[in-house]
């Protein structure tokens, strides 16, 4: 084991130790006198003098040492023997084999071998090896608490690091944290890396540098395991901009799990909104732990791998030994338990596998515990068969939960033996209790009384599967060989059921894949394929559930009806069985009761032909059913909005391609091309491209062995046209090439006349295109590409529903940018951020806020630009952030007049473009723009009575209507304005007439914050002095204006006379006080007599008086850089959430001035 670096000093040492292994950084020894057979005098004295020590002082019999080329020191990592020349050594750990030490040995040669090498300082060799010891020890006492579940100290303290090194707030839970290296460029960087719920951090001090690094979940785009020139096994993470390597972790395989788990996890809850109900495990990621994580990866591939309903919940995993009747012995496997069902599977992948419904099963009872059948239970079920398990660890308690849940399951679905049956055990059909009511097998039927009642209100299902309908009429014969073929298969499948079972329950051995393989017999394809799927145990749990849904959903009409009614001709059109109303009104049924049951899918094209097929083999209340077990569970999130799970498969076959098939994956560099295709592989199961009496096989290993038949039968087909797509020249040869092939599928065995193709495209080629039996591809798939495990395949998926859901992301960041950037002025690299700072900020809230409110969550639904809405608080944050117009204290409220301002349906919520079209006239737009938009922050609806800053002096008229219209200029020069006042009023009702739409005038409350937001704005800015009083000049000419008009209004025109008085009643220019104090000027309280009407100016006055202040236009004309405050706000824009989530008010940023 590791030890903590401790320097020994010894001098004069005996040669006590003898060098096993060497490196140019590493040496492994073993003491003498153990191992060897003799031994010299040295090893035997060296052996007795550790026999007789005390067992607390024996040295350990091997070690590994560090040595430094041209350094006087050695330092021993894994205890022990001093080398020539040097007198100090590190003891850093122990080995008591050559097993252990060997163990130690392999990672350093793994992890820091190559890495050594690119230190130029001895003594950083020495500090960065130590450095990594001590924290693998820490990693190690951390690990064994959390298994033991001993004293969670060592987590705290980890967490209290956490939080006080990237301050985040209280709701950013740690789940767990690694020790390991994080490169920079060829520079290892020791330290520790947190993983959060949302984020996963790294924190490193190392020679006197610190790194943080901060990567959101959301961020990551690719999360693989790979190698570099140093290290043969790293963790690559990467962001849009940025590749990251981490190794050097004690337990890789762990720690890659638990990431892939972290962001698959984050992913589906923040982007994947439309499973986002469907799955509780990521409705609440503040009670996310490391061991629900692993729990969760273990339950995910209990359901996928026996293809039970998701909302099946593993309970207890058992290693145990199954007796199996047809070998004679019992197969070693696990045990899995969940709410419904027992499950078993072999320890050998496909040996044998058992799904136990709770429903069947009749007893579970303990055996007498021998020494041949230790722990022994047997579990029977109603089809008279029984299951023997031993070696169950825990039995009794295991025993005790399946009892509770068999008892819970039995109330819940009532069971009653029929001993009126009739049914003849031994024919090909199955019996079983999971046949609910006209369905009676052996001696068992479920009560359905209610199926009953609801029967006589609904149209009746059909009663048989439309193709012994389409067979009775049609009184075609197929040929001798065919009915031949055809009768062996079922005998095979009898003898078959005889020792291997008939239901649900059977044992599922390599040999039944061979019979799939070969085609299932038509008489018998149905009902197998409900026992494969289980749909036969949903069918059983609801009686008279699908005929309720039939009578509650036709004659409703709506959007996915018409869908449905569109699509219903083009299913099968040449198939005879829906080319009459009986199986067109079949299908209608099928597909509106589903959609009515579920309207998180509703209808999805190519749902049609899938139920079409469906529909010919099984009654179509078993149908229904079947349609429910492919698209709930079988086809996870194939059929929705953006049919997610195809495109997961469809990157997944990619990759298969380029490892099975790496010279046609070179040939074809953009397997994108082959998406176009095989996209309707996976969305249909080869049924719209294949001759019909071919694909129903393909269905058939569906139905068996989920979608690994349909990846490896995929393979098959690229593999069998392998030569001829490597010759093709573009794209379009290639998929012509896989038409023909496809088309030119048969079945050979098939019963039924052949159906005629609606997609044969290439029926009119002069040469005869040699045909392919689906047989034998069929075999061929297994044989060259069935090795893909069902674990295998969903490691694979979850890595690429990373890239498939960021893939989404892009598509939509360049479609808003694509609308954006023609109707602004920012470059778009700088919209490109801007976008990025924009969606970072809904993130954030989606983070840590309590309670997230659902109508701002991303909704994938919505058009690419109403997917991220951010609401007025993180509207604030942003503004603050890149706003140019900062105003201290004041700019939280004009955010928020911002906000109001630019939400014209008041829904709260703003949208990118608004956002954007907002800076643009802020950072590029003209003069008049810019004031024309801070004119509409201070009038309705962006300023209202409730404002923040509309504090009780703004409620009355506090104007000095006793300003001069002669001002001083600072070298003494005096200019009168009553001309350009009186010449300003004529050109502007001039001008108003001319105006589109002219925008309401601003009252003096409004005009006092209009004020107030301008001497905000220019405070701290290096012409501040001349900006002030600018203002002061402009916002007395302002208050004039206002002043004559309002006199204006009240005695109908702004006369001579007028004008006059004003200039009697004036003060002297050295009064240049804006806001006079009505206390000290009682007369200025009766310049706003409310007989008058009310003081008002217009856009144009505020924008004409500005213009004759230079240095106000030098402001608004001078060219600000976008630049500097995005990269100030990707610095800030965590820090000001943080710090806005823990503490009320805001912390000082660290911008930069523009």
């Not at 599922?508 to 026992?531: C, D, F, N, Q």
């Amino acid at each position: 084991m590791w030890l903590k670096p401790e320097e020994v000093l010894l001098k004069n040492a005996l040669k006590l130790w003898v060098t096993q292994k060497s490196s140019c950084y590493f040496i492994l020894q073993r003491r003498r006198g153990h191992g060897e057979g003799g031994g010299r005098l040295t090893g035997r004295l060296v052996g007795a003098l550790d026999a007789v020590l005390d067992s607390n002082a024996r040295i350990a019999p091997f070690r590994i040492l560090l040595q430094v080329p041209g350094s006087q020191v050695y330092s021993p990592i894994a205890c022990g023997e001093l080398l020539n020349g040097s007198d100090v050594y590190w003891a850093l750990a122990t080995g008591a084999t050559f097993e252990e030490i060997n163990q130690h040995w392999d990672w350093l040669e793994q992890n820091l071998l190559h890495t050594l090498s690119v230190f130029d300082n001895k003594d950083d060799i020495a500090s960065f090896v130590k450095g990594k010891v001590k924290a693998l020890i820490a990693e190690e006492t951390s690990s064994r608490l959390a298994e033991q579940e001993e004293e969670p100290e060592k987590f705290r303290e980890a967490l209290v690091k956490f939080e006080a090194r990237f301050n985040f707030p209280e709701a950013e839970k740690l789940v767990t944290y690694y020790s390991c290296c994080c490169w920079k460029g060829r520079v290892p960087r020791q330290g520790w890396l947190y993983l959060s719920i949302n984020h996963l951090c790294f924190y490193s001090f190392f020679l006197g540098k610190e790194l943080k690094l901060v990567i959101p979940w959301v961020d990551i785009q690719k999360l693989e395991r790979t190698s570099n020139v140093f290290l043969t096994d790293t963790i690559r993470i990467t962001t849009q901009n940025k590749e990251r390597d981490f190794s050097m972790f004690l337990n890789l395989d762990e720690v890659f799990r638990i990431m892939e788990q972290l962001a698959d996890v984050t992913l589906r809850r923040l982007l994947d909104n439309e499973v986002f109900d469907l799955d509780p495990d990521l409705q609440e990621p503040s009670q996310i732990t490391k061991r629900d994580l692993e729990a969760r990866a273990q339950n995910e591939f209990f359901r996928a791998f026996f293809r039970l309903p998701r909302k099946e919940k593993l309970q207890a995993v058992v290693d145990c030994s199954l007796w199996t009747p047809f070998s004679r012995c019992h197969t070693v496997g696990r045990m899995f338990t969940s709410d419904s069902y027992i499950c078993f599977a072999s320890r050998e992948d496909g040996c044998c596998n058992v799904v136990l419904p709770l429903r069947e099963i009749v007893s579970i009872e303990k055996m007498e515990d021998t020494s041949l059948l230790p722990n022994p239970i047997i579990v029977s079920i109603r089809s008279k068969m029984a299951f023997q398990f031993i070696e169950l660890k825990d039995r009794d308690i295991l025993v005790e939960s399946l009892l509770v849940r068999l008892k819970q399951v039995h109330a819940n679905h009532p069971v009653r033996y029929d001993t009126s049956s009739e049914d003849d055990m031994t024919s090909p059909v199955f019996y079983s209790a999971s046949m609910c009511g006209e369905h009676k097998f052996g001696d068992l039927t479920v009560e359905s009384s209610q199926h009953h009642e609801e029967s006589e209100k609904s149209p009746p299902p059909h009663p048989e599967p439309l193709t012994a309908v389409f067979h009775q009429r049609s009184g075609c014969q197929s040929p001798d060989s065919r009915l031949s073929q055809e009768q062996i298969k079922i005998s095979l499948w009898n003898d078959h059921f005889v020792e291997y079972g008939r239901t649900v329950c059977m044992f599922r051995t390599e040999k039944i894949r061979k019979l799939v393989a070969m085609g299932i017999p038509e008489s018998l394809r149905g009902r197998l394929w409900l026992l494969f799927s289980d749909a036969v145990t949903d069918l059983a749990s609801n009686p008279g559930y699908y005929g309720t849904l039939v009578e509650q959903s036709l004659g409703r009409c709506c959007l996915v009806t018409e869908e449905i009614e569109r699509d219903l001709h083009r299913s099968l059109p040449e198939h005879p069985a829906f080319q009459n109303e009986t199986g067109i009104a079949a299908l209608r049924r099928v597909l509106t009761a589903y959609a009515h049951r579920n309207p998180k899918i509703g209808y999805c094209q190519s749902m049609n032909i899938l139920t079409s097929v469906l529909l010919l083999y099984a009654k179509e209340e078993e149908a229904f059913w079947l349609l429910v077990a492919v698209c709930e569970r079988m086809l996870p999130d194939y059929f929705n909005h953006r049919v997610i799970g195809a495109q997961v498969d469809q990157s997944v076959f990619e990759e298969l391609i380029k490892e099975h098939l790496p010279e046609l994956a070179e040939h074809m560099t953009d397997l994108s091309a082959l998406a176009s295709v095989s996209l309707s592989w996976f969305l249909t199961l080869f049924l719209s491209i294949m001759p019909l009496e071919s694909a129903v096989n393909v269905v058939d290993c569906f139905f068996y062995d989920g979608i690994k038949a349909i990846f490896q039968l995929g393979l098959a087909v690229l593999d069998a046209n392998a030569e001829d797509l490597c010759s093709s020249k573009d794209d379009g040869q290639a998929l012509m090439i896989l038409s023909r092939f496809l088309d030119h599928i048969k079945n050979e065995d098939s019963p039924g006349p052949p159906i005629s193709s609606h997609h044969a495209f290439f029926s009119d080629d002069q040469e005869p295109y040699p045909v392919t039996d689906i047989a034998d591809l069929i075999r061929d798939s297994y044989e060259k590409f069935g090795n893909q495990s069902v674990e295998q395949i969903e490691h694979l998926r979850c890595k690429h529903r990373i890239r498939v859901l960021q893939g989404h992301e892009d598509t939509t960041k360049q479609n808003v940018l694509r609308v954006v950037i023609p109707e602004v002025s920012i470059l778009p690299e700088d919209l490109e951020e801007l976008y990025d700072l924009f969606k970072r900020e809904h993130m954030m809230s989606c983070y840590w806020e309590q309670p997230r409110p659902v109508a701002s969550r991303h909704d994938p639904s919505r058009p690419y630009a109403e997917q991220y809405r951010i609401d007025a608080r993180q509207f604030a944050h942003l503004f603050q952030l890149v706003s140019p117009w900062t105003c201290g204290a004041h700019t939280e409220i004009l955010a928020e007049r911002t906000f109001r301002l630019l939400d014209d349906n008041m829904d709260q919520l703003l949208e990118f473009k608004a956002f954007v079209s907002c800076l643009d006239i802020m950072y590029n737009g003209e003069m008049n723009e810019k004031i024309k938009l801070l004119y509409r922050l201070h009038i309705p609806p962006a300023l209202t009575e409730n404002d923040r800053d509309s504090q009780s002096p703004l409620k009355n008229p506090l104007l000095s209507t006793s300003r001069p219209l002669v001002l001083g200029k600072p070298n003494g020069d005096s200019v009168d304005y009553q001309k350009q006042l009186k010449q300003m009023i004529k050109d502007l009702a001039k001008e108003k007439d001319k105006a589109e739409k002219e925008l309401p005038k601003m009252s003096q409350r409004e005009f006092i914050q209009f004020c107030k937001t301008l001497y905000s704005m220019f405070h701290k800015d290096p012409e501040e002095n001349d900006l002030y009083q600018a203002i002061a000049t402009v916002t007395t000419l302002l208050l004039q204006i206002g002043e004559v008009g309002q006199r204006s209004s009240s005695s109908g025109s702004c006369s001579q006379e007028c004008a006059e008085e004003l200039q009697a009643s004036a003060p002297s220019p050295e009064q240049d006080s804006v806001f006079v104090d009505t206390g000290k000027t009682p007369q200025d309280s009766r310049a706003f007599p409310e007989a008058e009407g009310d003081w008002t100016v217009s856009l144009e006055h505020v924008l004409a008086s500005l213009l004759t202040e230079q240095s106000l236009v030098n402001f608004f004309e001078k060219p600000l850089d976008i630049k500097s405050k995005l990269e100030n706000a990707k610095i800030n824009q965590y820090s000001l959430k943080t710090f806005e989530t823990s503490h009320q008010p805001q912390p000082d940023l660290k911008l930069n001035n523009l």
